[in-house]
């Protein structure tokens, strides 16, 4: 298991990983101080990485067999002696996550989450590929867009119980879908937009893949579950949080027209959007 530092911090803070299943009672931490909101409204955990002494993340790859398929295998826990607000931003994964008693699918969510943990739980999870999801759910990926929905109602009822990488890597061997060649451009079309930071604009992404603009519409709703000019805005401003991770002041009117926005009210309105707070808020998280 890799532990989270506080140099890791700043990569973990803009994972969803956590899904849709953080808030499970779990069991009262021992030993812990209490804690309050710092004088704007914030809580203390969450600023300048305070909050890796409370949870520990850790990531694992799949193997060659999965990697066309599975993004990554991820874990987290955590021990609060009082309830934390987390926040989860969204990426355009699909997770199939077990924790708290539960094995759910959770859909792409459009926009962050406020899950409350407390006590003391863990949760296992894996993020599928954006793109890649539709052979295992065999329907459009849209329709479980910002929703849970029980795990045996798309693999069935003989889920894993040992929640570790080798038991959920044979667990999804045998669920393994036929080839699509749909997948493989959808998978295409995410990772352009996620590689080439040129790419801010939807009419850009229609002509690189040779794609009608319906086209790109429909293989995006049909496959990523979310459409592609929502995709590009994740990961432009998912740029904006590895500067911050990287410190020094920002230009926020130069960064903004860096990432291809007319004008900075418009960047910052998408970051709330994504992140719940503007990005001067956020930052303080670093």
Not at 112 to 134: E, M, N, S, T, W
Not at 139 to 158: K, Y
Not at 182 to 207: F, G, N
């Amino acid at each position: 298991m890799v532990r989270v530092t506080a140099a890791m911090a700043s990569a973990a803070l803009d994972r969803c990983d956590m899904a849709a299943t953080l808030g499970g009672a779990g069991r009262r931490g021992i030993g812990q101080r209490r804690h309050t909101l710092c004088r704007v409204g914030r809580d203390v955990r969450e600023l300048r990485s305070a909050w890796t002494r409370y949870q520990r993340h850790a990531f694992h790859g799949p193997s060659p067999a999965l990697a066309p398929w599975v993004e990554r295998y991820w874990e987290a826990r955590w021990d609060y002696a009082e309830p934390y607000r987390q926040k989860i931003v969204p990426y355009p994964n699909v997770h199939l996550s077990f924790g708290g008693g539960r094995a759910d699918v959770n859909g792409v969510c459009s926009g962050y989450q406020i899950k409350v943990l407390d006590g003391r739980d863990h949760v296992f999870g894996v993020a599928f590929r954006p793109g890649c999801f539709r052979p295992f759910l065999g329907a459009s990926v849209s329709t479980i867009t910002d929703r849970v929905v029980p795990a045996t109602e798309v693999f069935g009822p003989d889920l894993p119980t040992t929640l570790d990488v080798p038991t959920v890597e044979a667990f999804l061997l045998k669920h393994l879908p036929d080839d699509d060649p749909r997948v493989r451009q959808a998978v295409a079309a995410v990772e352009l937009i996620a590689e080439d930071k040129t790419v801010t604009r939807v009419e850009r992404l229609s002509d690189e893949l040779g794609l009608s603009m319906r086209g790109l519409q429909r293989l995006f709703a049909e496959y990523v579950g979310i459409g592609p000019k929502w995709v590009i805005r994740r990961y432009r401003v998912h740029e904006v949080t590895a500067r911050m991770a990287a410190g020094g002041a920002i230009d926020w009117a130069a960064l903004a027209a860096d990432l291809g926005y007319a004008d900075q009210g418009h960047f910052i309105r998408d970051f709330k959007s994504m992140f719940g707070e503007p990005p001067t808020w956020y930052a303080q998280r670093y």
